[in-house]
């Protein structure tokens, strides 16, 4: 699973951008509600992309990155809400949606390439 690492990396980095974005919410904002639950989807993708690495087979490795990149968009949903509510600027939306959308497109071809390979 060597050509995964790259995504592992990128959802680990991410993960610890969403923490550090959850108690800017938190301590800085008093935002409490919001703030828990782009902490839960954001912090969703890398848990699942493990999961799928140690999967059993490879159509479980596409169930697992297949939840890990819906967690993903709505992550990008809970990010928007947050910047448009004025929770986070537009350069801080910026900045971590960036990742969040590569995340996305990388998880995307990785399902593609596996659906296409099982035939599904």
Same mark, same amino acid.
């Given at each position: 699973?060597?050509?995964?690492?790259?995504?592992? $990396? @990128?959802?680990?980095?991410?993960?610890?951008?969403?923490?550090?974005? #959850?108690?800017?919410?938190?301590?800085?904002?008093? $935002?409490?509600?919001?703030? @828990?639950?782009?902490?839960?989807?954001?912090?969703? *993708?890398?848990?699942?992309?493990? $999961?799928?690495?140690?999967?059993?087979?490879? @159509?479980?490795?596409?169930?697992?990155?297949?939840?890990? #990149?819906?967690?993903?968009?709505?992550?990008? #949903?809970?990010?928007?809400?947050?910047?448009?509510?004025? #929770?986070?600027?537009?350069?801080? *939306?910026?900045?971590?949606?960036?990742?969040?959308? $590569?995340?996305?497109?990388?998880a995307a071809k990785i399902i593609i390439t596996l659906k296409n390979k099982l035939k599904l």
């Amino acid at each position: 699973m060597a050509k995964y690492n790259i995504l592992q $990396e @990128k959802s680990f980095a991410f993960a610890v951008r969403i923490v550090n974005l #959850y108690k800017y919410l938190c301590e800085d904002k008093k $935002e409490f509600v919001l703030s @828990k639950q782009i902490l839960r989807s954001g912090i969703s *993708f890398g848990a699942n992309l493990e $999961e799928g690495i140690g999967a059993q087979s490879e @159509k479980d490795f596409l169930s697992k990155i297949s939840i890990a #990149y819906k967690e993903a968009r709505e992550t990008i #949903y809970w990010l928007k809400l947050l910047n448009t509510t004025n #929770y986070i600027s537009e350069e801080q *939306f910026h900045s971590i949606n960036i990742d969040a959308e $590569e995340i996305c497109k990388i998880a995307a071809k990785i399902i593609i390439t596996l659906k296409n390979k099982l035939k599904l």
